[in-house]
């Protein structure tokens, strides 16, 4: 029993394994991988306990190879060297497969020591990582490598894992443990896509469960929903509420109330989203603070960035910063209007020849109309600019932007004006 229940009742078979129909299904690409036996460089991508350990391990016992586990928090250059030597030893005949779990924390020189040997086929790289793998990992990793992104698991598929959970534990304490109905779908809603959060909350249910006179456990809902509360408010992120939280906030900072914005950040702090958290505040400085203080964004990814870096609960004090200062901010939604209108027309009118002069070509052909590419040269001229044509012709004219009424759009707004002469 000194085995956490999770580690014990990791699958064996495919078909124990939960979640990722997108990638394990009858047909979809990772499982024809395992299945082929011919494994190559892959990268899981997704948020933490979705099986992607999980699968490493079953890939690993499949292949026949022999498998090492690293932890980018922790492990060294050294670390990885003594597993390199692995590869010249028996215990590498059959090859050697390394899962680096958290590959975000390993530094670039670390990630560097690794590529000879995921080139030369010496070493199998199984990594995963809770973050966008293009942001986090060396591009040469990823160039050696197949990404793979792993989504929360429903609480559907999740259910199956549960009762798997709750036999093992009556069988490792020879006793029925009856479950109260409702048991298995409360612990499923209750830890939103989590396996690994499910199968312990299993091991606390059978723990705390009431015994019986002959000895059997009696798992309540009441004992259920104390041990689950806060896995709800943790774990929910695929639910209607978690996107109802995240436009509670955005609407709240782009109505400028930042004890309502500090409220719903202090929800999804709570709950340990710090991700979901993360890149709303990113979209939210472009989005709605924009042209008004363009170092909204630039205050704001520092301050994410720090959050990363820092973790819970220090990450509450950045982030807390991030978001009073953009629901204090100005406001303007002028740069995300002006997109828009020219995606309007890109998707309208597709394709359109623009002028001569902004070629990337300086010789004309025979049949030009007009012979010499006549670009002017704006650095030539006073204030760094000159009047030319820039639109193709059929869009000549046309007006994406609308400086907003703020102080930073409406000062540049005159500086232009004085320089143009009102063109």
Not at 126 to 149: D, G, H, K, L, Q
Not at 214 to 239: A, C, F, I, K, P
Not at 260 to 277: F, K, M, N, P, Q
């Amino acid at each position: 029993m000194s085995i956490p229940l999770a580690e014990r009742i990791r699958p064996k078979t495919l078909e124990e394994i939960v979640g990722q129909p997108h990638l394990m299904g009858e047909g979809k690409p990772l499982r024809r991988i395992i299945e082929s036996g011919t494994i190559p460089n892959l990268i899981f991508y997704g948020p933490s306990g979705v099986g992607k350990t999980t699968i490493a391990r079953f890939i690993a016992e499949n292949a026949n190879m022999t498998m090492y586990k690293l932890n980018g928090t922790s492990a060294s250059v050294a670390d990885i060297k003594n597993i390199i030597a692995e590869t010249e030893m028996l215990g590498g005949v059959n090859g050697i497969l390394l899962y680096l779990d958290e590959i975000q924390y390993l530094n670039k020189k670390q990630q560097q020591s690794l590529l000879e040997y995921i080139e030369n086929g010496k070493i199998t790289l199984i990594s995963s990582t809770t973050e966008n793998p293009y942001f986090y990992v060396y591009n040469a990793i990823i160039s050696r490598s197949t990404v793979f992104e792993f989504k929360p698991v429903t609480p559907e598929q999740i259910q199956p894992a549960i009762k798997r959970a709750f036999d093992l534990m009556a069988k490792d304490l020879d006793t029925t443990v009856e479950l109260e109905e409702g048991v298995v779908e409360h612990i499923a809603r209750g830890c939103g896509g989590d396996v690994r959060k499910s199968i312990n909350t299993v091991e606390l249910c059978v723990l705390s469960a009431d015994s019986g006179m002959g000895g059997e456990l009696h798992v309540r809902m009441e004992v259920v929903r104390e041990l689950t509360q806060r896995s709800n408010m943790r774990y929910d992120r695929e639910g209607d509420e978690h996107y109802d939280i995240l436009s509670a906030l955005q609407k709240s900072i782009r109505g400028s109330d930042e004890n309502a914005a500090l409220h719903y950040a202090a929800r999804l702090i709570e709950a340990g989203d710090i991700i979901s958290l993360c890149r709303r505040l990113l979209v939210i400085a472009s989005e709605d603070i924009g042209l008004a203080y363009p170092l909204a964004a630039v205050v704001t990814k520092s301050c994410v960035d720090s959050a990363l870096q820092l973790g819970l609960p220090e990450a509450r004090i950045p982030l807390a910063e991030a978001v009073i200062m953009l629901a204090t901010s100005p406001k303007s939604n002028s740069a995300e209007s002006a997109i828009d209108a020219a995606l309007a027309d890109v998707k309208s009118s597709g394709a359109l020849d623009f002028p001569r002069h902004l070629q990337n070509k300086h010789f004309d052909g025979e049949d030009a109309a007009v012979k010499g590419q006549h670009y002017l040269y704006p650095h030539d001229f006073p204030n760094h600019w000159v009047q030319q044509q820039y639109l193709p012709d059929a869009l000549k004219g046309r007006v994406y932007y609308t400086y907003g009424e703020n102080k930073a759009e409406q000062a540049a707004k005159a500086y232009w004006q004085k320089i143009k002469g009102g063109k």
